[in-house]
């Protein structure tokens, strides 16, 4: 067993079995990767998708807090480009889009894929694009006033996580 400090965790590779016991980069940016397809993964696709990683409490709890950070930039995002486009002027839900070269998904496509070594599946420009739609229609019915206005949003998007790929689930992947 050989272990090192990272970020204040202690990581340990078991060189016979190759699982290690704590998370690295490598495993942030496939995490990231896999916020394309699900915002909201359950502690079950995680092991799936982590094969080379010794879960425990502590492991579980840093990649959920992982999606929870990534969650909360996407929803910041929306909201943010929601709000401008209302400032804009613009009046039609159906005339905000989210294509490959708007300035909404070049923000999330740094964020979550930095080196831009990914191709983003088109289902996530779909479902931004949903998002934005949902904020935009909040905001504009002034829905913000209430303190959890956020929640009925946050309902539609869970129920649009699509499957990761298979090749995701490999230790290898990245």
Same mark, same amino acid.
């Given at each position: 067993?050989?272990? $090192? +400090? @990272?970020?204040?965790?202690?990581?340990?590779?078991?060189?016979? $079995?190759?699982?290690?016991?704590?998370?690295?980069?490598?495993?942030?940016?496939?995490?990231?990767?896999?916020? #394309?397809?699900?915002?909201?993964?359950?502690?079950?696709?995680?092991? +799936?998708? #982590?094969?080379?990683?010794?879960?425990?409490?502590?492991? +579980?709890?840093?990649?959920?807090?992982?999606?929870?950070?990534?969650?909360?930039? &996407? &929803?910041?995002?929306?909201?943010?480009?929601?709000?401008?486009?209302?400032? !804009?002027?613009?009046?039609?839900?159906?005339?905000?889009?989210?294509? /490959?070269?708007?300035?909404?998904?070049?923000?999330?496509?740094?964020?979550?894929?930095?080196?831009? !070594? @990914?191709?983003?599946?088109? /289902? @996530?420009?779909?479902?931004?694009?949903?998002?934005?739609?949902?904020?935009?229609?909040?905001?504009?019915?002034?829905?913000?006033?209430?303190?959890?206005?956020?929640?009925?949003?946050?309902?539609?998007?869970?129920?649009? !996580?699509?499957?990761?790929?298979?090749? @995701?689930?490999?230790?290898?992947?990245?």
């Amino acid at each position: 067993m050989r272990c $090192v +400090t @990272f970020n204040c965790q202690l990581l340990c590779l078991n060189l016979n $079995v190759n699982i290690q016991e704590g998370l690295t980069p490598s495993h942030l940016k496939k995490a990231k990767l896999m916020f #394309f397809y699900t915002r909201y993964p359950s502690s079950n696709v995680l092991k +799936t998708f #982590f094969p080379d990683v010794k879960f425990n409490r502590c492991i +579980t709890s840093q990649l959920i807090k992982w999606f929870s950070n990534f969650r909360e930039f &996407y &929803y910041i995002q929306m909201e943010k480009f929601a709000r401008q486009a209302i400032v !804009d002027g613009i009046s039609d839900v159906k005339d905000i889009t989210v294509s /490959r070269d708007s300035e909404l998904f070049r923000a999330l496509n740094m964020h979550y894929n930095k080196a831009n !070594d @990914f191709h983003v599946p088109d /289902r @996530f420009l779909e479902v931004a694009e949903i998002t934005l739609h949902e904020f935009y229609n909040a905001i504009s019915a002034t829905k913000d006033s209430d303190p959890s206005w956020k929640k009925a949003i946050y309902k539609v998007i869970c129920k649009l !996580d699509s499957d990761v790929p298979e090749e @995701f689930k490999t230790s290898s992947y990245l």
